[in-house]
């Protein structure tokens, strides 16, 4: 069984990991995959844009305004993705998918609606001499008013137990399943569907365990300029590749914040719970972080304890270490962080999962 969000490594550490094997699905299972995510219309304007699509009715509001949706529609290919992406979390070990065997889009999506993504096993089939197993599935879309807004068909092949490349950092070799309960990684539903769930309460750490985050992410040259842009960054060494070159810089950097902020994302996986993050302390950059180097993040649980003005929380004192695809540490930092007790009243029955 493969429904735990951890494997243990032979060093007692936690590793994050995704994705059910082919012996796991059933058919008649149903996912409900978890986060969901608000489209906004300027994710319509840009992806319509990036692939030059010439439908006005996505990102032309006075036209918009004359046809009989009153506002852009977002593009459907958008939905499509994101029904996909979002169900990624079960489906992790797909090889591929072979076919999309119908996609409908049975409602409008419009900026600033919400998307979740539910899906259903519909077909079961051993490929045998084969690594994969070949599955079925009918996912929907539904919106924040519970409107289906899509329906997919397709199907996929899925690694079976054992095989396939491992899904871990390079050094890591050997993995055992770490099946705890705290570490489920879904829970049932009134109906017996499968939630998926993202994090741990805080009754779920203990001091000393270390949790390697992953999978690791790898910066592209693109992100050292736009993120300069973005964030109002004047300084040439981050996007003026002319200014480089004569100053014998060999590549643009990525901004120090920029690459903070990316590594402690990685961090969330595991951290999903929490309230608030209180703050960093001792943030160190150790090494600089160029366009494709790729980052990993391993974090220790140093301290717990009950906040006292906050009953349904407590704080997490967490230490961070950031290390690139050559095993050199480029940051760490320590971190205090509020966290939900899973035994106190959360937002999360209320809003889906």
Known sequence: MSFFAYSKTPEGQFLERFGLDFEDFQVNQRFHHRPGLTVSQQDNVNESLETMNAAMIHYDNNYADKTVWKNPLVVSTITLQLMIGMSSKTFSKRNRILRFENISMTAPVFGGDTLYSDSEIISIKDLPDSEFGKIGVFCQAKNQHGIIVSKVKYEALIWKRNK??????????????????????????????????????????????????????????????????????????????????????????????????????????????VVANLGWYDAEFHHDTFPGDTLRAESRILEKRVSKSRINE????????????????????????????????????????
């Open 314 to 353: 407590g704080i997490l004192t967490v230490s961070t270490s950031i290390f690139n695809q050559h095993d050199i540490k480029v940051i760490s930092y320590i971190r205090n962080l509020l966290v939900y007790k899973k035994s106190a009243e959360t937002p999360y029955a209320s809003a889906g999962y």
């Open 164 to 273: 396939g490349p491992i899904l871990a950092p390079e050094h890591i070799k050997n993995l055992s399943q770490a099946d705890e309960t705290r570490f489920e990684s879904y829970k049932l539903s009134s109906e017996n569907n499968l939630i998926e769930q993202t994090g741990l309460f805080f009754e779920d750490f203990n001091s000393n365990e270390t949790f390697i985050h992953w999978p690791c992410r790898t910066f592209s040259p693109s992100e050292a300029v736009i993120k300069a842009w973005q964030y109002m960054e004047i300084s040439p060494q981050f996007h003026d590749s002319s200014w480089a070159k004569f100053n014998q810089q060999s590549e643009l950097a990525m901004t120090q914040t920029w690459v903070l902020g990316a590594a402690t994302a990685l961090t969330t996986r595991t951290f999903g719970r």
